[in-house]
């Protein structure tokens, strides 16, 4: 497991945006998937979104395809989630996690952080 650092989270209307970011130790970042699960009170976890360690691939749940944008920052070890038009659905702790490929190690998860959307 890697310590990961998550911010970002918050208190916004409807419509509104927030960025998460999801910071790994370099060695670590260099060679995983980092991405965000949510859960919401009463539903399972649900996959949300993840950068891949290679080829610049990103995949996104239907849910939040076109609304949300992920990305790697390198020079500075972190991967950000960018949540446009936010609506009371998206309101849950998100956790990011890094997954490192090729059996490197187990999946590692962040603290969550709260984003709560009101109407």
């Known amino acids: 497991q890697v310590p990961l650092e998550e911010s970002g989270g918050g208190s916004v209307q409807t419509g509104g945006s927030l960025r998460l970011s999801c910071a790994a130790p370099?060695?670590?970042?260099?060679?995983?998937?980092i991405g965000w699960f949510r859960q919401a009170p009463g539903k399972e976890r649900e996959f949300v979104a993840v950068?891949?360690?290679?080829?610049?691939?990103?995949y996104y749940a239907d849910s939040v395809r076109s609304r949300f944008t992920i990305s790697r920052a390198n020079a500075e070890n972190t991967v950000y989630l960018q949540m446009n038009s936010l609506n009371p659905d998206d309101t849950a702790i998100y956790f990011c996690?890094?997954?490192?490929?090729?059996?490197?190690?187990?999946?590692?998860w962040g603290q969550g952080t709260r984003v709560t959307v009101s109407s």
């Open positions: 370099g060695r670590a970042f260099s060679i995983s998937d």
């Open positions: 996690y890094a997954d490192p490929v090729l059996g490197a190690g187990p999946r590692s």
């Open positions: 950068a891949a360690v290679s080829g610049g691939n990103t």
